[in-house]
């Protein structure tokens, strides 16, 4: 029995993959609807929204515009988040766009070696957010049904943000403080300035090499590049939202979501919750849009909780999103550690802030 475990647990990852595969084929009448709805979901909302903002971040890169926007803000963003002011770039295009932008630019940044291994990794922590489209218009508005929602959902899940990145400073600052005085114990002070000067100067040379700097002559040549890299990125962010679909439909129509709701239900009556948020909860987890959709499709007097819910997980992002992140920074020695820990800590602390503001602000209570 003991052997039987242990190859089941190694063997587990393939059982899966089976175990869906299956699924496909018994439950192919009620997959097949699903796997339309979320090509029309990726040809409808995805593509208009992320598509262009893809194109222009990389064209972008191509630019000095990094290295402005790095002389106007080093002077708060080193202090508040431990990263130079190049990283604001990434903090306001993945507030603008949304997901995965914010993760596509720390990958470049590292690609490109525009910031440390420890800088692009806080960046991951706190820069891949929800953006204001979708959080005011297709959650605010779409599924609430008010705009004011929206603007508070937005508002928390921006400040969470904020402090996410503001927790993160201190991620690895140790390790550079010992590598710092490794250095400085094995040279002499006045070598010290020209290991400096000379680690400047490659990382300079490699940056040129790296991201070429677009003109009226490779005008052509850098656009076509900044789609082909779009068209790709994009491409995979529209398999994950149809296999995720595939994914939900497949739990759902087996019955296994069912279960998951009976199991569940006795923790969520003593804590007094519908149990209707047992399903919504658990496809949020697992891809956030749907998610939403069921939790915020949920009536009850105490609308507050629907609100709680959708700041977590318009925070976390679900799993879906987050094997997309893992998929752009595959290609980088970045670590996946601080951005799954932010991600928990941007849902957990949206939450908290939105229940704050719903508790002590009356306009922002909908309660019946």
């Known amino acids: 029995m003991h052997f039987y475990i242990i190859k089941i647990k190694r063997n587990i990852i393939p059982l899966l993959f089976l175990a869906f595969t299956a699924g496909l084929l018994i439950f192919s009448k009620s997959n097949l609807p699903a796997v339309k709805n979320g090509l029309t979901l990726f040809a409808t909302s995805v593509i208009p929204s992320l598509f ?62 525009i910031c440390s291994k ?80 000379y680690n400047t100067r490659i990382k300079y040379n490699t940056n040129t090499q790296n991201s070429k700097m677009v003109s009226f002559y490779n005008l052509g ?18 398999g994950f939202i149809v296999l995720f679909s595939s994914i939900i439909s497949v739990l759902n129509a087996s019955g296994i979501t069912r279960l ?15 149990t209707s948020f047992i399903q919504g909860i658990f496809t949020g987890l697992l891809e956030i849009t749907n998610g939403i959709n069921i939790i915020s499709g949920i009536h009850i007097k105490n609308i507050s909780i629907n609100i709680i819910l959708t700041a977590f997980f318009l925070g976390f992002g679900g799993i879906s999103i987050m094997l997309q992140v893992l998929s752009i920074i595959s290609k980088t020695d970045l670590s996946c550690k601080p951005y799954i820990i932010g991600k928990i800590l941007h849902g957990t602390i949206a939450a908290l802030y939105t229940t704050i503001l719903i508790e002590f602000i009356p306009f922002f209570n909908f309660n019946l």
Request: proline share 3%; with cysteine; glycine share 8%.
């Open 260 to 274: 998951i709701t009976i199991a569940l239900s006795p923790i969520f009556n003593v804590l007094k919750l519908d």
């Open 118 to 197: 420890e800088e692009c990794e806080r960046l991951l922590s706190f820069t891949n957010n929800s953006g204001p489209l979708f959080i005011m218009g297709t959650v605010g508005i779409g599924m609430f049904g008010n705009s004011t929602i929206g603007l508070l959902l937005f508002f928390t899940h921006l400040l969470a943000s904020l402090t996410v990145g503001f927790i993160f400073r201190f991620w690895k600052c140790n390790r550079k403080n010992k590598n710092i005085k490794h250095q400085e114990t094995n040279f002499k002070s006045s070598n010290v300035n020209k290991l400096r000067n």
């Open 52 to 113: 262009p903002f893809f194109v222009a971040t990389e064209l972008l890169m191509h630019t000095n515009i990094v290295n402005h926007i790095g002389n106007l803000f080093n002077s708060f963003m080193k202090p508040l988040f431990n990263v130079s002011g190049k990283g604001a770039f990434a903090l306001v295009m993945g507030i603008i766009s949304g997901y995965p932008v914010g993760a596509k630019i720390a990958a470049n940044f590292r690609q490109n070696n």
């Open 221 to 238: 040549e850098v656009m076509a590049e900044s789609i082909t890299n779009s068209i790709s990125t994009i491409l995979m962010i529209g």
